[in-house]
């Protein structure tokens, strides 16, 4: 998650493109926008551009950490 804020505050935006966030998951570029595609990634769409809220993206992964915690607890 550190390499998400990393990324955000760098330029400060709030959204980065589907390969910015395929860097930040560790996962190929193709792999993200078919995570897009199947809704796996969450996306917001301006004109034809496809882009990752940088909040949204880190509520999924601070969810999933939460889960492996919770599994490994159990």
Do not use: C, F
């Amino acid at each position: 998650m550190e390499k998400v804020k990393q990324l955000a505050d760098k330029a400060r935006r709030l959204t980065m493109t589907v390969p910015e966030a395929a860097e930040v998951l560790g996962i190929g570029r193709a792999a993200a926008y078919e995570a897009a595609r199947s809704g796996q990634l969450p996306i917001i769409r301006v004109g034809k551009r496809v882009l990752v809220p940088v909040a949204a993206l880190e509520r999924m992964l601070s969810a999933a950490g939460t889960r492996q915690t919770e599994a490994v607890q159990a």
